[in-house]
């Protein structure tokens, strides 16, 4: 299939069906070309066998469809906004707006004032029916086809040899702009697609690349003997479906006695609370509510039509407007009405039944501006929470520095200890029926008191709570409101976090020496030992106490999703079962926990099959992509590669590395194929070549680096993080050498320099409440007049003047950090020249550029906090870290960021001010220029005088260049794909980028040395001798390019044109090893004038 660019359309589904036992098989098969595969859809009909017991497949090439001219609402179109004239109109009816009114009222205005400010500012787009639109058109396209046609009509008019000439311009302008948005749109799905995204998503952008833009339309529904044929009826009929997933009548009658009884007990801590004074009830402030507002994603608005990108334009009378509503909110506990009612869109869920209500996935939009303050509570709880150590160890669901990997990883290695000492692990995996849909309000109440949650906090999220509605949009119907009973919000910001609450405790009372996981919902039990039978039945208490736990508060379990796993070489007894209300409990051989397959030998042969299928299907989707040239350029399908296949050959690879060599060497065999489509290369091309030509290391090099990046974020965790006790010396291992993460996590970091490293926190939670903390002001007027001018300007007579207008009285002090890549050293300085102040040190090793800088800032804080400085100017060249200060955001050094935000918070606490600047480094300012050479004077002390824990980023960039330098090594000593050794000495990555697909396909063919000359295709078995025809020579690539005889004339031709743009080095490597355009588009010239290209 490789060879002939053949597609393989089949997507799973049965093609025969065995008429004796019902059971389908995919006997037939249907190929195509890679070009035509984008363009053909491929249907099974399995209403008939038209006699015979194979279905009909029916195959649809270039089929053209027309869209629907079904009602659609109007959106906003942001491309065209005039955000200027929105952000005047909104502040200036802002000014309007009374908060002493409700808070419906209030909410009411605020909202009005930006629909206003909007809908004179910002266009709607409108319904266009029976269009076929694709996702690459755009603006350029548009004008350039009108420039087209205008310069068709005027050569029409005409028939003049210059308008003609205008004409085919334009023409070849058209061709260039198409093809530029094809491939730009291209690469833009391809940033956004990752392991998770279905094979036929990216199936359905490919079909709609080429035009093949389907309405997918809600077909007539029938549910209980009733009928939807309009949209009003199948909204109804949808709400109605949805609502009822959430109903009390859902609950048995001993779970609801079960639940009034807990409600009884408690009746006190669900009713409103009297304010506490504590740090949670505290007014929300601006920086609070500015932070929370940009770290939001555009999403749909709800019901108000108040959109994130609206949020984010908004100015400062404006955001204070906001801000008193939200505290007005915050003071009495009450919601507008309108945040609690939801705009649900019904989604069908894949391969169901499009007639049946309950096949849709409701999506529910809600109010972003309900979204804003559930952020900013969420934070604060969040806060609380993790800084009281109030969320079970064992949760690593919605929690930051926690992963679905910290589950498995505690139970592969329990297992692997069992596998050692011959003893067995029994694993039960809990399913809550509906755990979202009918979660207990009233129960979250109890759980939120218990934990200590009064106040404010308390009588929001009880508002909040109760009293929601639902309506569902079908096209522009909306069906009418219908009440939620049950559930947490879907969509909302503090759902999740609301939810981790409520089943916090499901496990409080099983005993300690029973392991135990959550990861939200998704809940675990297992326990070790070598009596199967004493194991079974403390297993077997352990559920018994998880489902009283659920009678409590209002879960129930479900007996079919609930299964359990004996991992054991031993035999099982019959009798030996595991029971859940008062039914058997299904064992099974393989169980998908967290996306990892465990079988109970644990092999993960099942897990490495799967992942295998999962490869090829995007490999199919790499062969189509082949056949289409917006498509089939290098960078295009290494993302394809890197988003759908490396994802999955990573996710879990600290777990199932500890399988056989024999099932890994499979997913060498994928990644080769892979890396083949991706630069079009041979099969005969040895894999550590196209590993290098694509720059992908071996999977073994790139699983033992995942494994210390692992080992690197559990370092930075506290002992409370279960996990990290599984790198423990245990005796229990033994002494096999199973190369599971708990025995050699802590061997792999010795083996990659990182052991000794000393790894800051993961997750840091300030000892100042966040909220608490002052928002630094930066000035960023030299920056953004630098951008302004575009180079030409003066800048260090800029930083003076701004200096002499407004800091004129300030004691200004100038920091900067240091680093020699070579050796890895770093150093810091601090220097505030009105008073002759100097301050070096010499920080340890390893540190990036942007840690040694902030460490410099919060030195110069410390100062000016211990000096009692009254007005004082720090200026920093460090435009990186002086953002993460303004946005109290630091992707790698939370920890120094927070230690300086509280230092800044004390200086002002005491009435003194601190301001930050901007200040270009090397113009001959002179404190700046002062701090960069005693911070590089600091790099030459022998001792560290700062002992610094590196971040986890830090230990990973160690980790990366380490990994390197072993594929270095590797490569240096491979015997194969030698032809590219001498072109590309390096492992690291050189795209050889020629904007034309065929172009880099013959580019990376030359450079791999196997192609359709006859050297290689004596190796395949299609040529006797593998010589040159008329020299007698083996014809390589060498031998065409330098040497044949049969192209004396065109090589000169070649030469010359080389030296004509001064290329020196005629070579092989010369001609292959660099990106010059000129010089690629020479060779490609030759081998086209030989008729090699189409050989090769």
Request: with cysteine.
């Amino acid at each position: 299939m490789e060879e002939r660019e053949l597609v393989c359309l089949n997507d799973g589904r049965g093609t025969r069906i065995n008429v004796s036992t019902g059971k389908e098989s995919v006997l037939d098969i249907t190929l195509v070309s890679s070009v035509l595969a984008g363009n053909t859809n491929w249907e099974v009909l399995t209403g008939t066998t038209v006699g015979s017991d194979h279905y009909p497949v029916l195959c649809s090439v270039g089929e053209k469809l027309e869209v629907g001219t079904e009602d659609t609402i109007s959106r906003w179109n942001f491309g065209k906004a005039d955000w200027e004239r929105f952000k005047n109109s909104c502040d200036d009816a802002m000014v309007e707006v009374e908060v002493s009114g409700s808070i419906d009222d209030v909410n009411n205005q605020i909202t009005s004032a930006m629909i206003m400010a909007a809908e004179e500012a910002i266009p709607k787009t409108r319904s266009r029916a029976n269009r076929k639109l694709v996702p690459w058109w755009n603006e350029e396209c548009q004008q350039a086809v009108r420039d087209r046609n205008k310069a068709f009509r005027k050569l029409k008019r005409t028939h003049n040899v210059q308008h003609l000439m205008q004409y085919k311009k334009e023409q070849a302008i058209v061709r260039r702009k198409v093809r530029q948005a094809k491939r730009s749109s291209w690469r833009n799905f391809c940033d956004e697609i990752g392991r998770t995204t279905p094979v036929g998503e990216v199936w359905g952008m490919i079909k709609r690349m080429g035009g093949d833009r389907r309405k997918w339309e809600y077909p007539v529904m029938v549910f209980e003997e009733e009928t939807a044929v309009s949209n009003k009826e199948k909204a109804e009929m949808m709400a109605k479906s949805f609502t009822r997933v959430h109903s009390s009548e859902n609950l048995s009658e001993v779970e609801r006695r079960r639940r009034s009884i807990t409600l009884n007990q408690h009746l006190n801590e669900v009713s409103r609370k009297e304010e506490t004074g504590s740090k949670l009830d505290e007014p929300f402030t601006l920086a609070e509510l500015i932070r929370a507002i940009k770290r939001a994603k555009h999403t749909s608005p709800g019901k108000d039509q108040v959109c994130y990108l609206m949020l984010k334009q908004l100015g400062e009378e404006s955001l204070l407007k906001l801000l008193e509503m939200y505290n007005k909110i915050w003071k009495e506990g009450k919601l507008p009405g309108i945040w609690k009612e939801a705009i649900v869109i019904p989604i069908r869920k894949l391969g169901k039944d499009p007639t049946n209500p309950i096949s849709y996935r409701p999506i529910a939009l809600t109010s972003n501006l309900c979204k804003v303050m559930e952020r900013m509570i969420a934070d604060r709880l969040t806060y609380v929470l993790e800084k009281r150590g109030l969320l079970a160890k064992c949760q690593s669901g919605f929690r930051k520095g926690r992963s679905t990997i910290d589950s498995v990883v505690r139970l592969e290695s329990e297992i692997r200890k069992a596998q050692a000492n011959r003893e067995s692990v029994i694993a039960v995996f809990f399913d809550i029926e509906k755990a979202y849909d009918m979660m207990w309000k009233e129960g979250l109440l109890i759980k939120l008191s218990k934990i200590g949650v009064e106040g404010r906090v308390f009588n929001w999220i009880r508002d909040f709570l109760f009293g929601r509605k639902i309506q569902i949009r079908i096209g522009a119907d909306l069906s009418d409101q219908y009440i939620v009973d049950n559930g947490t919000p879907q969509g909302s910001v503090i759902s999740p976090l609301l939810f981790i609450i409520m089943i916090n405790d499901v496990f409080g009372t099983v005993p300690e020496d029973i392991g135990r996981s959550l990861f939200a919902d998704d809940g675990a039990l297992w326990k070790k030992g070598r009596n199967i039978e004493y194991v079974t039945r403390k297993i077997q208490e352990a559920i018994d106490i998880v489902v009283e736990w659920g009678y409590n508060w209002g879960f129930r379990f479900s007996i079919e999703k609930t299964q359990s796993v004996f991992f054991t070489r031993k035999r099982i007894q019959e009798g030996l079962k595991l029971r859940m209300y008062g039914r058997d409990l299904e064992k099974v051989g393989t169980f998908k926990f967290l996306g990892i397959n465990l079988d109970s030998r644990l092999t993960f042969a099942e897990h490495i099959r799967r992942i295998e299928e999962k490869c090829k299907r995007v490999i199919n989707v790499m062969r189509c992509l082949r056949g289409k040239e917006w498509g089939a350029s290098r960078l295009a399908m290494k993302k394809i590669y890197v988003a759908l296949i490396r994802s999955v050959l990573d996710y879990g690879c600290v777990v199932f590395g500890s399988a056989a060599q024999s099932l890994l060497k499979k997913l060498d065999v994928i990644q080769a194929q892979a890396l083949r489509l991706c630069c079009g290369a041979f099969k005969t091309t040895p894999v550590s070549a196209l590993q290098v030509e694509i720059g992908e290391c071996p999977l073994e090099l790139r699983r033992k680096q995942l494994m210390a990046n692992y080992w690197a974020g559990l370092q930075g965790h506290n002992d409370s993080h279960p996990t990290k006790a599984m790198l423990q010396e245990s005796w229990e291992y033994g002494k096999r050498k199973k190369e599971n993460f708990g025995r050699i996590g802590n061997d792999t970091a010795k083996e990659l320099g990182v052991f000794n490293l000393r790894v800051s926190c993961t997750v840091v939670y300030p000892e100042m409440a966040p909220w608490k903390l002052v928002w630094p002001e930066v000035d960023w007027y030299v920056l953004e007049e630098k951008r302004r001018a575009k180079g030409g300007i003066n800048l260090k007579m800029v930083f003076n003047n701004r200096i002499a207008e407004k800091y004129n009285d300030y004691t200004q002090v100038y920091t900067d950090g240091a680093k020699e890549p070579e050796t890895e050293v770093t150093g810091l300085s601090v220097v505030v020249p009105s008073k002759g102040i100097g301050i070096n040190r010499r920080t340890s090793n390893m540190l990036g550029v942007y840690t040694v800088e902030m460490l410099a800032i919060l030195i110069a804080v410390r100062w000016v906090e211990k000096t009692g400085q009254h007005k004082v100017l720090v200026c920093s060249d460090s435009s990186s870290v002086l953002a993460s200060i303004r946005s109290f955001y630091s992707k790698s050094r939370q920890d120094i960021l927070y230690e300086v935000l509280q230092s800044v918070t004390r200086i002002f606490n005491q009435g003194r001010q601190i301001q930050f600047v901007w200040v270009p480094g090397h113009v001959g300012i002179r404190g700046n220029e002062l701090a960069d050479k005693l911070a590089k004077t600091a790099l030459s002390k022998g001792n560290i005088e700062m002992q610094v824990s590196i971040s986890k980023a830090e230990v990973k960039s160690v980790i990366w260049k380490t990994v390197n330098q072993m594929w270095q090594e590797r490569w240096d000593r491979e015997g194969k794909g030698r032809q590219l050794y001498q072109i590309q000495r390096d492992v690291k990555c050189t795209v050889i980028g020629s904007g034309n697909s065929r172009e880099e396909t013959v580019i990376s063919r030359l450079r791999l040395g196997h192609c359709l000359l006859n050297k290689t295709l004596k190796l395949i078995g299609k040529h006797d001798t593998g010589l040159c025809e008329v020299c007698k020579e083996e014809e390589s690539v060498e031998h065409v390019v330098f040497r044949c005889s049969r192209y004396d004339v065109q090589r000169e031709l070649m030469r010359n044109k080389l030296r004509e743009i001064e290329v020196q080095d005629m070579t092989l490597k010369g001609l292959l090893s660099t990106q010059h355009r000129a010089q690629t588009r020479i060779l490609m010239g030759f081998l086209r004038d030989t008729g090699v290209y189409n050989r090769v």
